[in-house]
């Protein structure tokens, strides 16, 4: 049964609170969440802010992403 954005709104909150400062969107919070609940997913993005982005609070996010970024 898929996830809905509302199961799911407290930690999506969390992550925006916590880059705030960069600042994280809603469909960025939300890449990093499901990035946390799919094992060994990868992420495509031409976003470098998802060199900073983190899952589970501290492990990096395997990325799909250009070098000059």
Known sequence: MPL????EISLVESLLDKYKNIPMSLADACLVRMSEQIADSTICTLD???KIYRKDKRKVIPLI?????
């Open 48 to 50: 470098s802010d998802f």
């Open 4 to 7: 809905k954005l509302k199961d």
């Open 65 to 69: 992403i250009p070098d000059t970024l």
